[in-house]
């Protein structure tokens, strides 16, 4: 059998052998579940999998995201596998369009189940077998990017030390009442490792390690012990011993323990008894009397570039683990490697976000005799920072302008889009008086000649007092955005009048609109984040959205802007939210 030029040969008896000891079939598991969840997460995709390549099918034990009936079914036959091209190269598997890569043209896959880009990781036994494949699925061409395939090449070495404590655990099953141990600790383990996939900073790493310790070959301590550039040595995790311990190993260098010996080595450091503490981590000596310690394993924390740390257990009595002890412990490692790196990236992904949001933001002008309040939240993933922007611009004292914007994607590009967007605008706000689609115009034309094409939907208003002497005039236009709302006497008007959005089409006819604003009313700009969901019609929450409104009508504009996110949005909102509000005087 052949897929496109690579033959297929028959599968070797040792991998069918592994992947039965994996005890794994077509039916759902919690972790690979878990793992395949966190793919699409991480990768923005709609399907990912983790898929066994049995003899004459692929099973999924984790699946997310794929349609009916496999997602059900759990299986599909090798004629719908881009999986077995994994196993038989034993290397990952990058296709940007498979309707056009004649490595899978042709596979049943790409019409039936939808699979058009695809990225697969192998997956390995202690052997070196190919069992499998990490996959993530696009259902629309897709170039992969290096860091997208380091993520998922680092979640496939994780999902690995999982099948291959699964192989541990079966094999351990086998033996009596001292498998029955093993299998209740792997199984623990197993459960601990879907909480590591949870975890978002150190401390949470910490905190799950130390609860997964107490029912782990009990030991009296846990080391997470992490190593910077600089060689120094920091161990996180001493909250729970006494403070003069905890301050003498918050931070060192140049010295002997068993976390420094693991980390120089790169390979687990048993140490059964006193004896062996002295002689090979003499420094560490003090400590272990101190604390009445005669025995310690320490593995390295694992990544690509060498150990980040080490992970340390120590025990008040002498002890050497097993081979099923020591894959137990090696596993565990394995899991907090990926969770500490995984919390470096979140923590180094929010704090860019977090600056740079804050600097495209200016506050807001003297804006007297109008009331303006605003509010920006970034998406409940914190590593996000999208393309939502607000502005208020004060053309002279008794003119101002008001901007809402979003810039499609969710990322530092569409940030910094969304900023040169705004510059732009704020340049031709101050440049040229002119009506605001006119003003949109020039936006759309600058943003083409000069390269940056982004679609984003805008909406530029102007508030000016009323020729009349009676109110305000709202002067807008709106590029493909949510329609502001006109709030007077609690009656609550939707300014659905729009054109297309920016960025799609050349020389884009625009228009502006004119409507009264009686003393005392209110307009709300805001982005899609705050109401759109996953589950609930837009037009039934824009329906939402107008009756809490008006019955918050009354209320101060900070307050109105906190209830509206409290009540719509909230804290687990997927996308951005850009509100801004003005209110005329009375």
């Known amino acids: 059998m052949t897929v496109g030029d690579v033959p297929l040969s028959p599968p070797s008896d040792d991998r069918l052998t592994a992947l039965t000891k994996t005890g794994l079939a077509a039916e759902p598991d919690p972790v690979f579940d878990r793992l395949a969840e966190l793919v699409r997460r991480v990768l923005h995709v709609p399907v990912a999998l983790v898929s066994l390549v049995e003899a004459d099918r692929q099973v999924f034990p984790g699946a997310c995201g794929l349609g009916e009936p496999w997602q059900e079914r759990r299986e599909t036959p090798l004629s719908h596998s881009f999986c077995k091209l994994v196993v038989e190269t034993a290397a990952p598997l990058i296709v940007v369009d498979a309707r056009t890569d ?31 494949s990490l996959c993530a699925i696009d259902s629309v061409p897709r170039r992969w990017t290096d860091h997208e395939l380091t993520v998922l090449s680092d979640l496939a070495a994780a999902c690995s030390d999982s099948l291959r404590l699964r192989i541990a655990t079966q094999t351990a099953r086998r033996r009596e009442s001292r498998a029955g141990l093993a299998f ?109 310690w005669e025995a310690a394993v320490s593995l390295p924390l694992p990544s690509l570039t060498g150990p980040i740390g080490a992970l340390t257990f120590v025990w008040k009595q002498p002890f050497a683990p097993d081979e099923i002890e020591q894959a137990v412990l090696a596993a565990v490692a394995g899991y907090v490697a990926q969770a500490l790196q995984r919390a470096d990236y979140l923590f180094a992904q929010k704090s860019a976000a977090e600056v740079l949001q804050s600097a495209l933001l200016s506050e807001l002008p003297d804006t007297t005799p109008f009331e303006v309040a605003s509010r920006y939240e970034s998406a409940a993933r914190g590593e996000h920072v999208g393309g939502d922007w607000y502005d208020a611009v004060r ?91 006109l709030v007077t006497d609690g009656v609550v008007t939707v300014l659905e009048e729009r054109d297309p959005l920016l960025g799609v089409l050349n020389r884009t006819s625009r228009t502006s609109h004119l409507r009264h604003v009686p003393p005392g009313s209110t307009v709300l700009f805001y982005t899609d984040g705050l109401i759109e969901t996953r589950t609930s019609l837009w037009d039934d929450r824009v329906s939402q959205l107008c009756d809490l409104v008006a019955g918050l009508a009354d209320r101060p504009l900070p307050e109105l802007l906190d209830r509206l996110y409290a009540e719509l949005a909230d804290d687990d909102h997927e996308d951005d939210v850009a509100l801004i509000a003005v209110r005329t005087p009375r």
């Open 184 to 292: 209740d600790r792997s199984q623990h383990l197993l459960r601990a490792s879907v909480a590591l996939a949870n975890t978002g900073t150190v401390d949470d790493v910490v905190k799950v390690l130390r609860e997964l310790a107490t029912v782990t070959l009990s030991p009296d301590f846990v080391g997470v012990s992490l190593v910077d550039r600089a060689g120094r040595i920091s161990l996180r995790s001493g909250d729970v011993l006494p403070p003069p311990v905890a301050e003498r190993w918050s931070r060192y260098s140049g010295v002997v323990t068993p976390a420094a010996l693991a980390i120089r080595r790169g390979a687990a450091v048993m140490l059964p008894d006193l004896a062996a503490i002295r002689a090979y981590a003499p420094d560490a000596g003090e400590t272990f009397a101190e604390m009445g």
């Open 395 to 485: 053309l002279d004292p008794r003119h101002l302008a008001l901007v809402i914007g979003d810039v499609t994607g969710h990322d530092m590009t569409a940030a910094a889009m969304m900023g040169r967007l705004r510059s732009k605008l704020r340049l031709l706000l101050v440049d040229r008086n002119e009506p605001p689609a006119a003003l949109l115009r020039r936006l759309d034309a600058a943003c083409q000649v000069l390269g940056d094409r982004v679609a984003a939907t805008v909406v530029l208003a102007y508030l000016y007092p009323d020729p009349s002497g009676h109110g305000h005039q709202l002067h807008w236009s709106n590029a493909g955005h949510p329609g502001p709302l």
């Open 102 to 132: 004649p490595r899978v043209a042709g596979n049943l896959a790409i019409t039936e189940l939808g699979v058009i880009s695809y990225a697969g990781m192998p997956l390995t036994d202690e052997g070196g077998n190919v069992l499998g």
